[in-house]
């Protein structure tokens, strides 16, 4: 029995910037924190992989901002698309998943910093929220 290796791709809006991820996905968070809110307008749709598999294919575009000392963000400096949250001390790299090629195959699994949401934002769906992190309580954290 061969044993697949599950990929997935993605990039921005332009083209400039082009990834794989060759292992597991995490499902989908929604992040709501003061941050997520200047950059994406409202909140983050993250999901996240193992660093190890993550593979930029085109990088002719790719820019990272330090947004604080415990974690980068990467866009495209071209088209100004959103596509990472690479914290320094986890082993995984969050990924905006709108950035994902579709169809994606992932699912909302929770909400967070949900107490710091904008006023005109709703949070649907039965999933989690958490008015914080989720401390790792959420399936697939542990990247």
Known sequence: MSETKEIHSGGCLCGAVRYEVRGPLRDVV?????????LHGGFGPHSKA???DLVITEDRGLRW??????ARRGFCGLCGSSLFWEPVA??????????LDQPSGLKTIGHIFVGEKADFTEVAGSAPQFEGSSEGRLEGDAL
């Open 90 to 99: 986890q082993p995984g790299t969050g990924i905006l998943a709108g950035s």
């Open 65 to 70: 901002y330090e947004s604080s000392t415990r």
């Open 50 to 52: 193992d660093k190890a």
């Open 30 to 38: 929604n992040c709501y924190c003061g941050m997520c809110q200047k």
